[in-house]
Structures are given as structure tokens and as C-alpha cells.
DNA sequence: GGATAGTGGTAAGTAGCACTATCCACTCCC
DNA sequence: GGGAGTGGATAGTGCTACTTACCACTATCC
């Protein structure tokens, strides 16, 4: 086990607690007190480590999603939703008085854009949270990101699809639908800053140098 | 004060907590226990709430943004950067064999896409411990998302961009750039998974209706 | 063959966070 | 003038993600 560790990079008291909470199946018993450990724990270990690390879930969640990896959904489309639901924690939007509003604006976009939607999705009722917030401190003005954040999304999307590649492969699809969709967000989050950094640079500068010549 | 708990929807307690904690600023007192509250109040709670609950800030990051909305920095290059740091909770890449090459593909991209960027800026260091986290457990495949990614994050930026306005009211774009870092990452996550289960609703249906006609 | 270090397993303890409850002297308003 | 409410402070709560400590046992090195 201090091997296991020490390939993993994890303490042994945290990989003791995360065998107890399921993330991680248990060694293969070779004694009382020995087992054997192979690639696949220390892989799974670190899986956890990234789940938790950078994609911000709960242990809970993390727990969740092993458990899907484990036992391949029969459906694909379920699937994905089973991971949506596992990865993103849901806050219904507070009832207020432009929440209708928002759902229409949201509706709107979708229907623009020819999205099949449901209105009870946790993801549009986040948008809608998020956007009727927005208009209840008087920010409407930043509601009009949307059009060009929904034209990123669909471009994220397209990737995300072209990564999941052969479908066939049910194993290998589960587990990119699975990472992806919980540290997608953060790589999207980095890139986006790094370019909004580069654009500050840019136009605002910070010691802007005189132009060479 | 109850008054202003039933305007923002937030119990007693929990503003008077806030304002110990420096979230929201005390209000005008009129006596030796008596205040006056006004909209402005109102607001900044919400907003509070919002980071909280959409954004996922912790209460210390929501008081840094906070003082950051209460003297505007001088330089807006400045503020955009203390809104991302604060924004984002940084983790440090793991040491391990992949990183190198990690940050080799983060540094080709950003130079492919004539993007400035600088080797500790933390996103940078995100996107690198991401990608070098997705070749330790063997997922190279997923690492071809990046290109999507980056056009996708571009995008976005220049929304974010737009959604500035006018760079003269300096109180206006410090709230945009500070609501939108947080905000933003939330309403970009809604929008892809909406977009995903409709492709995947549409490429894997659910029950998948024979084609009319 | 005997000390020492390490093992799997479990139970109890801890640190940090975001509140929540309780108390207090006071004061508003009916 | 009396009960409800106020600002302010201190202490307590529930949750999460680990850590510590302990156990009986075993592998291994000398």
C-alpha cells in the first residue's frame, strides 16, 4: 500500500478513507493483512484526486460518477444526463419577479437556435437562475453575453462530441463523458481567463511599449 | 432590518453575519441600535447570495470582490487580474512526467492563436495540471478537445468584451468584470449541457421516433 | 528466531467553513 | 409602560474531507 501511494502520489490515510467510502475498490487479498494493488487503482486514484482537484466535486459526487464508470449505463443518452446530474449541484432559482423573464429569454435562444430543451433540465434552470439574478440587480445589460456565449457553447459541444469518437468503444465512451464533463468546465474556465488576459493586455496594456521602430 | 432580510430574501442572522464578516457594509445608524438601509443594501446582499450560490465563491473570495467593487482600481488591466485570482481557487500541476509536454501543447496553442500569455499566470498553470492529469491516467485523446476549446474561449471573450461597453464608466465595468468572471463560468457550464443533451437527445435519442411521413 | 516496520481494517478526532442560536442592554412604537 | 425588535458580540452547530490512533497480525531484515 505504500507503493500504492507512492505511485499515486496520495497519502495512505486518504486512500484508507476513500476504499471506505467506495471511490476506490479494494485490493485483491493475498493474506490477513496483504493485498495486491495494479495499475488500475493507482489510475482510479488519481482520477479522484483530478476529480476533486480540479474539477471541484464533492466526494459524494466523485462516489457517484466511480460508480457509473464502474457499471456501464445500458443507454448512452442516459448516460450523459446521469453524469450532468452528478457533476453540477443544482440551485433553483430564487422565485422573484423576473424569473419569467428569464425562462422566456433562455426559451427564445434555444428555440433560435433549434436546441430540443426540457423546462425542467437542471442546466436551463440555471440559466434562468443565473439570468434573473442579473436583472434583479439591475444588470440586464451583461444578459446580452448570451447570444455569444451560446454560440461558444455549441462550439464546446461540437468537441465534446468529436472527443467521445468510435461509440462502439462502450468502456472508453463512459469515461470520457464522465472526465470530460467534469473538467471540461475548468479548462474552459483557464482558457477563457487566459484569453480575457490576453485582451486586457492588449487593449487596456498594462506597460504598454512604445512600438519597435 | 427585518425589512431589508424580506427585501433580499436572506434571514437576519446570516446579514448579520455578512456585515461582521465585512461582506456588506453596516448601515447609516440613526441610533444607538438602529439603522438605515437602502436599495443599495438590498443589492449587495443579492449580489452576495448570487456569488455564492451561482458563482460557488467562498465567503472569502466574495469579500475580496466586494472591497474590489468598493475602490476601483485604478487600472482596469490591474482589476481584471485581482478579479480572476479571486474567482479562482488555484491548484498547483502535480509534478509528474507529463507536465512538460503538458505546458509545451498550452504555450503551442497560445502562440497558434497569437494569444500573450505568461508561464504563471494561473490559469495557464490550470490548463496545464488538466492536461497533464488527462496523460497520466492515459486519456490523450482528450486532449484533441483543446482547439474546440480555445475557439470556443475566444469567443466568449470577445462577449465578455462587449458586454464591457463603455470603458469610461468606471464603476459600471468594474461590476461587470467582477459579477461576469464569476457568473460567467456558471452560465457557460448551463449553456453547454444544454446544448449537449440536445445533440446527444438528438444524435442517441431517447425514444427515438420513426421519421414522420 | 526475534525485533522492527508495515498492513488492512475500524473508530474516533480534527480543521475549516458557513452559517445559526443565544444573549445582552437598549429603544421603538403602540 | 411593556412586548417586540435592534445592533452587536460570543458561542455553538452541522457538514465535509480528511487524520490520528489503535488493533491484531505478518513480512522482512539481521
Known amino acids: 500500500m505504500a507503493e500504492l501511494s507512492e505511485a499515486a502520489g496520495v497519502p495512505v490515510p486518504t486512500i484508507k478513507y476513500y476504499m471506505r467510502e467506495g471511490l476506490v475498490p479494494p485490493g485483491r487479498p493475498t493474506g490477513r493483512n496483504q493485498a495486491d494493488y495494479d495499475q488500475g487503482h493507482v489510475r482510479k486514484i488519481k482520477l479522484v484526486r483530478a476529480l476533486a482537484d480540479y474539477g471541484g466535486l464533492s466526494i459524494a459526487a466523485i462516489r457517484g460518477l466511480m460508480h457509473e464508470l464502474d457499471n456501464p449505463a445500458t443507454e448512452l443518452h442516459r448516460l ?72 461558444a457553447a455549441e462550439r464546446i459541444a461540437q468537441a465534446d462530441l468529436a472527443a467521445l469518437g468510435d461509440l462502439s468503444d462502450r468502456e472508453r465512451v463512459v469515461e470520457v463523458v464522465v472526465i470530460g464533463t467534469a473538467l471540461g468546465d475548468t479548462l474552459i474556465a483557464a482558457l477563457r481567463r487566459m484569453v480575457q488576459a490576453h485582451l486586457s493586455h492588449e487593449l487596456l496594456g498594462g506597460h504598454v511599449e512604445p512600438p519597435a521602430r
Open 80 to 151: 450523459l444526463g446521469a453524469a450532468q446530474r452528478t457533476v453540477t449541484e443544482h440551485t433553483e432559482p430564487r422565485p422573484g419577479p423576473h424569473v419569467e423573464e428569464a425562462q422566456r429569454r433562455i426559451a427564445d435562444l434555444a428555440a433560435r437556435r433549434g436546441w430540443h430543451w426540457e423546462p425542467d433540465h437542471p442546466s436551463f434552470r440555471t440559466a434562468v437562475g443565473v439570468l434573473s439574478l442579473l436583472a434583479e440587480i439591475g444588470r440586464q445589460d451583461m444578459i446580452d453575453v448570451l447570444d455569444g456565449y451560446a454560440e
